[in-house]
């Protein structure tokens, strides 16, 4: 099982960008997705998570009405929409899986390696 991110990268506050996360195999429809963030110094912490068929979303209070999860079990991808990016979205940005219901714990059985979103002020 293999979870790659992409879409990560350099962008000023206000802007916008988009991360996908690709699964390999053929799991990804049996497995809540979340995405994860570390920025430097500090834990890891829960940006948002989405259920197996994407009819249940959450995402945590401090990118509420900016960042959207999404997916696409088609494709066996994971997306996050950010808008409205602020410095303090800087981190690096992973995406998890498991198989049971969507938790802000990190108690995830699959990890990425991390895509690099810098928001410049």
């Known amino acids: 099982v293999q979870l790659v991110e992409s879409g990560g990268g350099l962008v000023q506050a206000g802007g916008s960008l988009r991360l996908s996360c690709v699964a390999s195999g053929n799991y990804f429809e049996y497995n809540t997705m979340a995405w994860f963030r570390q920025a430097p110094g500090k834990e890891r912490e829960f940006v948002a998570g989405?259920?197996?068929?994407?009819?249940?979303?959450h995402v945590a209070d401090s990118v509420e009405g900016r960042f959207k999860i999404a997916r696409d079990n088609a494709k066996s991808t994971l997306y996050l929409e950010m808008n409205s990016l602020k410095s303090e979205d800087t981190a690096v940005y992973y995406c998890?899986?498991?198989?049971?219901?969507?938790?802000?714990?990190?108690?995830?059985?699959?990890w990425g390696q991390g895509t690099q979103v810098t928001v410049s002020s």
């Open positions: 998890a899986s498991r198989v049971r219901i969507v938790t802000a714990n990190d108690d995830y059985e699959y």
């Open positions: 989405i259920s197996k068929i994407g009819t249940v979303t």
